[in-house]
């Protein structure tokens, strides 16, 4: 794939410069992405440089659109399953480069697999090289179907290594074993972060995980659908309590390799869920019962205390005011795209 670096003539105004003792050179792959983007920018605000990897097989690059003319900011159009040459220097890696939606991933798994893997080891290469510190972003799914709840760091899994989201799955733990031993080998300064369901502003309505699902139905007049009976669990952070976890992470001075759970520890039904978002919308939408997908977890409910001891760090967003602001941020988004649709016919 070729690599294209878009810098956009824009007049709006950069962000105050963070001191040059203070800034930060910094990769954040998956840099188009939900997650990402509002990494870049938060990153950005700061004010450090950052330099932007997404193929945009998923991410968008409007999701960025405020950056391009930033002097402070760079996007290369690049897959991370191949070797990227960077020629300057660079402080940090974030590496969130690997879709998290089911439906998403599942479309090609063997690249998806790649993603975590041969993308973890090019990354971590770039760290290598540039004595660079590297973040890794993995997933409450390393958990699979689990047994205990809540989920501590300790807890090994009950995953199943065949079937749909084995891609995903897999993929993320084989990565965590990298990061691990690049550290362990070689001194690179690696940190797992293991991320727990995300949602907020910046998800395409096309994401394909429950939350964007049920507000897109919802506000679309169209059935809202719950896999199995809905009475399965999962434990719902919003993004900026995220990226404020990931940024922490990244600058701790942890004295060991250590994975670290990143999530909201409240935990609600997916059938609760609904509800709610049905009282916010105000649809009378029916809710539509589907098969639950081959391997989907029943449970989802970080511990957070390693974050907590290590980070200072817990959510401050509950679900009911980041819901609002997730409702908000799509009713704009379908009345934009129903415009542009009205304007092309």
């Excluded at 760079?74 to 690997?98: G, K, M, R």
Aim: glycine fraction near 8%.
């Amino acid at each position: 794939m070729t690599v294209t670096e878009f810098r956009p003539q824009s007049s709006r105004k950069a962000p105050a410069v963070a001191s040059r003792r203070d800034q930060q050179r910094i990769i954040v792959t998956g840099g188009a992405g939900f997650l990402g983007s509002q990494l870049c920018r938060a990153l950005i605000e700061q004010g450090h440089r950052v330099i932007a990897i997404d193929n945009l097989l998923s991410g968008r690059l409007e999701n960025l659109s405020d950056l391009l003319g930033c002097p402070r900011f760079d996007f290369i159009l690049h897959d991370i399953i191949e070797p990227l040459p960077i020629q300057t220097p660079i402080d940090q890696i974030y590496n969130l480069a690997c879709p998290a939606s089911p439906p998403v991933y599942q479309r090609d798994p063997l690249h998806t697999f790649k993603s975590s893997v041969l993308g973890g080891m090019n990354m971590l290469e770039i760290a290598r090289s540039k004595r660079a510190r590297i973040l890794q972003a993995s997933t409450s799914e390393i958990y699979g179907d689990p047994k205990i709840s809540p989920q501590p760091e300790s807890y090994c899994g009950n995953v199943n290594t065949c079937g749909p989201r084995a891609c995903y799955d897999e993929g993320k733990r084989a990565a965590e074993t990298l990061f691990h031993d690049y550290n362990d080998r070689f001194g690179v300064e690696t940190r797992i972060a293991r991320i727990f369901n995300t949602y907020g502003p910046g998800m395409s309505p096309e994401d394909g995980r429950v939350v964007s699902n049920l507000i897109v139905q919802a506000l679309s007049g169209v059935a809202m659908t719950v896999n199995g009976d809905g009475t399965q669990t999962r434990s719902f952070c919003y993004r900026d309590d995220m990226i404020d976890g990931l940024i922490r992470l990244m600058n701790a001075p942890l004295q060991r390799f250590q994975a670290v759970n990143l999530g909201n520890p409240a935990e609600v039904t997916i059938l609760e869920l609904s509800e709610l978002v049905r009282s916010k919308t105000g649809t009378t939408n029916p809710v539509s019962y589907r098969d639950l997908p081959q391997h989907d977890p029943l449970q989802r409910r970080p511990d957070i205390s390693v974050a907590k001891r290590l980070l200072g760090w817990a959510p401050t967003v509950p679900l009911e005011r980041g819901l609002d602001r997730t409702i908000r941020y799509f009713r704009d988004q379908l009345s934009q795209n129903a415009t542009a649709r009205a304007m092309a016919l």
